[in-house]
């Protein structure tokens, strides 16, 4: 069974985004590209990625930072799901696969996709909620910037335990991954 | 001039408790008591503390487990300020003082009790909000539970620039200390 990890950027007080959906706090951070937890290692084990609609509006939306970061419009040459029930365009050369889920079916179809390697959901935070709900999420890898926003896109909207396996440092940013142990159930 | 420091646990999802003010999800977790950040070590150097009324009042509803955990009714034998616009009860032998702001008036009288020791906002989050809207909040240090929430009290309700200062792990939690820049002017 493949690993499926929420691997994303937070601020201290659990934002994944301002409330217009802007990242404007997140790109000034310093971080070290081969430090813990980096995405070019993170990313090497990954043989499949689901995101929410808003994130893919996302990236299609900062074409240009894409182009500049990695070189092309779209970030991934990896099969991408797109988890919509709206109709979106799709991107010239990409492999993306629109679904309206059950995620359980989604991630049946990313672990077969991913040949062995594992998944990875990129937002947003409901989403990786739904996976939690099911059962499916394993970990959860956040980098904590040095911000708090008071309101915007939550990180992950559910009550849930989860079991700290790793942190430390990586630049301005505070970089933990938990294993999701299930629902939270405190009294 | 004293250090003004907001030292508190918080859910990684950046919620200090949930929304019926419990702390079920924080009391289970581990810690050292002699490890980062610990309470006895931050404490030792605070001079003067204050909190919100709903703070206050969640002291007064657990005095039994305040006794167990310090041996008496009340927790701080230093003087405490109480932010409150309503008519709450005093702690019989406790140095308690109710004030209704506003916070830098609050401030220079925590700081003159103090007699150079240093201040600790225990809660909540709009409280140490106000302190940093007044440019008198110098420092959070945050106890990050292993647990989302998804909804509850707010962390620190506000878009605020932190610098990270240091970060570790102390049992459960990732335990990270930050100054305060100032209000966050991304775009």
């Known amino acids: 069974m493949p690993t499926l990890t929420y691997y994303t950027a937070t601020t201290l007080d659990g934002f994944i985004a301002d409330p217009e959906d802007s990242l404007a706090w997140l790109f000034p951070q310093e971080q070290e590209r081969d430090g813990l937890f980096n ?10 990625v689901v995101m ?24 991934y040459r990896i099969p991408t799901w797109v988890m919509t029930s709206r109709d979106l365009a799709p991107v010239a050369g990409a492999d993306v696969r629109f679904a309206a889920g059950p995620v359980a079916t989604v991630y049946d179809e990313m672990a077969a996709a991913a040949e062995g ?3 990875w959901v990129v937002g947003g935070g409901d989403l990786a909620g739904q996976f939690a709900d099911a059962g499916l999420l394993d970990e959860v890898i956040t980098y904590v910037a040095p911000v708090t926003l008071g309101s915007g896109r939550p990180l992950l909207p559910r009550r849930l ?3 700290l396996l790793e942190t430390g440092r990586n630049g301005a940013f505070v970089c ?8 939270g159930e405190w009294a």
């Open 161 to 163: 335990a989860l079991r």
């Open 52 to 75: 929410g609609s808003t994130t893919y509006e996302w990236v299609l939306d900062h074409q240009r930072e894409m182009v500049t970061e990695t070189g092309s419009v779209w970030p």
């Open 39 to 48: 995405y070019d290692e993170f990313f090497a084990g990954i043989g499949a």
């Open 176 to 183: 933990s991954r938990y294993a999701v142990v299930g629902p």
């Open 117 to 119: 390697k594992d998944l």
